[in-house]
């Protein structure tokens, strides 16, 4: 069982930055794909980037060049440094831990945190 749990967001204005947190307790925290969604009211969610265990980076391409992603396996925490945000970037951001491991798919999924950008 993992369990995930967001920090960081907030209402900022166009141009400026925020830093989500989403610290992770569990086991085989390694081996999880760690990953960020986001869900805007009337919208699906979304995935805006995702890491390997590896440390590899993958992103949306709206958010490409402005949004970073990261890990800290000791700390047991996954980031996402958001720059420049637009106010289409306001939504609910989902912190989420994935692991396909011996014929079993391992899902977990954060409460959220609202990040809202706006004049």
């Known amino acids: 069982q993992v369990q995930l749990v967001e920090s960081g967001g907030g209402l900022v204005q166009p141009g400026e930055s925020l830093r989500l947190s989403c610290a992770a307790s569990g086991s085989l925290l390694v081996m999880y794909t760690m990953s960020w969604y986001r869900q805007a009211p009337g919208n699906q969610r979304d995935l805006v980037a995702g890491i390997s265990r590896d440390g590899i980076p993958n992103y949306a391409n709206s958010v490409k060049g402005r949004f970073t992603i990261s890990r800290d396996n000791a700390k047991k925490e996954v980031y996402l440094q958001m720059n420049s945000l637009k106010p289409e970037d306001t939504a609910v951001y989902y912190c989420?831990?994935?692991?396909?491991?011996?014929?079993?798919?391992?899902?977990?999924w954060g409460q959220g945190t609202q990040v809202t950008v706006s004049s």
């Open positions: 989420n831990a994935e692991l396909y491991l011996f014929g079993v798919l391992r899902n977990y």
